[in-house]
């Protein structure tokens, strides 16, 4: 069973940029939510998606834009990047069909924005 | 109302104390309620989680404490260990099936040998 990966790992961008982050959800997953952490901070839920669609949307601005793909893997897509932008980016799966609330999370994209 | 307050932000607890991390939580629609580890430069993983059903869950040394008139729970780690130290995060549910969780600020707990 392959868990959730997130790519990249690192990555520094620089004011007003954009940038995109990957997510491969673990096998046999259907949604994928996005959170963002920041550092000694708690994750910050920003959306989900399940079906392709949004599914749910966190108190974030429409900069913060996403993407599933057929095979459940997703994207998260910042615009106009703001210093404050910069933090770990969470990548959770989880099934339709759990009863739990259980979230498998991925290691994270740490984003720096200078 | 979907706010989760934790406290301690940290501690520190001698190897074979019990460590305790308290929450609570507004809205009382919240409905599943874990406990997540996470290690620097990983991922959080869950370690327990509880229904408001039930007022206690206890799994091998963590057990979940919870008052669901006070609104609060607590995770309490027995025998702490050094592998122990990490970050603790609890959570809630805002309904059943949900699957979005909203995070408490978290614990930074270190056990000293």
């Known amino acids: 069973e392959t868990g959730v990966t997130q790519s990249p790992t690192h990555l520094i961008k620089t004011r007003g940029q954009q940038v995109t982050l990957r997510c491969s959800s673990q096998s046999g997953h259907n949604t994928v939510s996005w959170y963002q952490q920041a550092l000694g901070q708690g994750p910050q839920f920003i959306f989900q998606?399940?079906?392709?669609?949004?599914?749910g949307r966190g108190n974030f601005p429409p900069r913060f834009s996403g993407l599933q793909f057929p095979n459940y893997s997703s994207e998260l897509n910042v615009n106009a990047l703001e210093l404050d932008d910069s933090a770990l980016y969470l990548c959770?799966?989880?099934?339709?069909?759990?009863?739990?609330?259980?979230?498998?999370f991925g290691e994270g994209s740490r984003l720096t924005v200078l | 109302q979907q706010q989760v307050k934790q406290s301690p932000q940290s501690l520190i607890v001698q190897k074979g104390g019990i460590s305790i991390i308290n929450c609570a939580y507004e809205?009382?629609?919240?409905?599943?309620f874990p406990w997540y580890q996470q290690f620097p430069g990983k991922g959080p993983a869950l370690l327990i989680a509880?229904?408001?059903?039930?007022s206690e869950k206890k799994e091998g040394r963590f057990t979940i404490s919870f008052n669901k008139s006070a609104k609060q729970f607590s995770l309490h780690i027995m025998d702490s260990q050094p592998g122990d130290s990490a970050t603790y995060f609890c959570?809630?549910?805002?309904?059943?099936?949900?699957?979005?969780?909203?995070f408490g600020q978290g614990t930074r707990l270190t056990i000293n040998p």
């Open positions: 959770a799966s989880s099934s339709s069909l759990q009863n739990t609330g259980e979230l498998f």
């Open positions: 509880i229904r408001p059903d039930v």
């Open positions: 959570a809630a549910e805002p309904y059943q099936g949900a699957q979005k969780l909203v």
């Open positions: 809205n009382t629609a919240f409905d599943y």
């Open positions: 998606y399940y079906r392709e669609e949004e599914n």
